[in-house]
């Protein structure tokens, strides 16, 4: 049961799936990829498998970052969280906060989000399913 497990989770977790991304860290976590496509019942099966994974005392292969697991636990998620996830943004942040308020507004800074364009989800080749 713990191969039928790894192997699953390694085909989700894998890049060219679409669902995962691999984050800017040493941990080599995985993190949802933003995308306009509705995968709520895609992550739903993904949490169901992994929770039942657990449940039955299995070791899988997955590394989430620990931001995403206070996420899950309705945990507060601050700027600390943000090192595990992209730490150079983190370095950056911390950085602009150590400034005086006024030496941050002589930057003359604006600050922009914007979602990355998602790479258009498609399903595994048939191939991987056997």
């Known amino acids: 049961m713990q ?3 790894q192997l699953v989770f390694r085909e989700l977790f894998d890049a060219s799936y679409g669902m995962f991304v691999g984050v800017d860290a040493p941990s080599r976590a995985h993190w949802p990829r933003a995308s306009d496509i509705d995968m709520r019942t ?14 039955n ?5 997955v590394a989430l970052p620990p931001a995403l697991w206070r996420k899950l636990l309705r ?11 992209q730490p150079e943004v ?10 005086p ?13 914007r979602p990355r ?9 048939a191939a991987k399913l056997r």
Request: no cysteine; charged share 10%; glycine share 10%.
């Open 75 to 85: 945990a507060p998620v601050g700027l600390a969280d943000l090192a595990g996830v």
């Open 57 to 61: 005392g299995h070791t899988l292969g």
């Open 117 to 125: 364009a998602p790479a258009a989800w498609r399903p595994p080749p």
């Open 3 to 5: 191969e039928f497990f």
């Open 90 to 99: 983190h370095r950056s942040l911390a950085r602009l906060l150590a400034l």
């Open 42 to 55: 895609e992550f739903q099966l993904v949490g169901t498998m992994l929770g039942l994974a657990v449940y």
């Open 101 to 113: 308020a006024a030496a941050v507004a002589d930057l003359g800074l604006v600050f922009q989000a």
